[in-house]
């Protein structure tokens, strides 16, 4: 019943990340001007959720492991002992067991977090969801837009359940805001999902001998280039506005933080 805090581990500087997570005193560093508190504690009574937990820098895997182990740690700068008093869940969507092997990831961390695994399948393996989850990230966006539109058609539904979707869910949503955005009245097209050049086919596992192109008249485009092209059609949608409950944040479901982050990975700034 109590608060749910979620923190990126992947869009957190390195020389951040030990604040974010476990808070800092003042004078902790140049610009730590007051004590801040910590997701770890203000998760009190909640649930803290460490997405892309793999990303994660090797001296913080130290202080997540300690506070796994004995439920305790220190703020930045601190020496008053804290207790976690939190339910801790982790995500990642890249094999554990290979970056333990390489060296990446701790192996003592990496059993700590195996607990309770839950292994959730690809979007590509659970096609089936296909058809409710575009239902549902199409009205979530319709009514942020304040627009009104139709049933998916089943030329549209059998485009979406033909892609691989390499990005798994947050692809499939990114690529129904877009198609909310662009679309003219109250009917997606199949054009309005903007996935000419991309690849499509069966679940065979050999797929590259079972694959075809939705559309000829474009080449494929790496991911990063196409995120980067829809986080600029989100930005000119709301005028560059990153916060607030119209801005580009809120539009993608992301915290502004993880934006800027993105932002500045994709190399876009502000006109």
Do not use: A, C, W, Y
């Given at each position: 019943d109590g608060p749910f805090i979620q923190v990126n581990c992947g869009a957190l500087p390195a020389t951040l990340i030990d604040s974010e997570l476990f808070g800092h005193e003042k004078g902790a560093f140049t610009s730590a001007v007051s004590r801040r508190l910590g997701k770890v504690e203000l998760a009190k009574g909640g649930t803290l959720f460490l997405d892309e937990v793999s990303d994660m820098a090797p001296q913080t895997q130290v202080r997540m492991l300690r506070l796994l182990e004995e439920g305790t740690y220190e703020r930045v700068g601190g020496s008053e002992t804290l207790s976690v008093q939190a339910r801790i869940v982790a995500a990642t969507n890249r094999n554990l067991e290979e970056l333990?092997?390489?060296g990446a990831f701790r192996e003592d961390l990496y059993y700590r977090f195996q607990v309770?695994?839950?292994y959730l399948p690809p979007l590509r393996e659970r096609k089936e969801d296909i058809?409710?989850?575009a239902e549902f990230f199409k009205h979530r966006m319709a009514t942020h837009l304040g627009k009104d539109i139709a049933p998916l058609t089943?030329?549209?539904?059998?485009v979406l359940q033909t892609c691989d979707w390499p990005g798994n869910v947050r692809e499939l949503e990114h690529t129904i805001q877009r198609a909310v955005i662009v679309c003219h009245g109250s009917q997606i097209e199949v054009g309005d999902l903007g996935l000419y050049g991309f690849?499509?086919?069966s679940p065979d596992p050999d797929h590259k001998k079972n694959t075809v192109t939705v559309s000829q008249d474009r080449e494929v485009v790496p991911l990063d280039e196409f995120e980067r092209h829809y986080i600029l059609e989100v930005l000119k949608i709301t005028n560059y506005q990153i916060s607030g409950n119209r801005g580009a944040a809120a539009l993608l479901r992301l915290p502004p933080s993880t934006l800027y982050s993105k932002m500045k990975k994709l190399g876009i700034k502000r006109p």
């Open positions: 333990v092997s390489s309770f695994p839950i058809p409710h989850l089943p030329e549209v539904i059998e690849r499509i086919g």
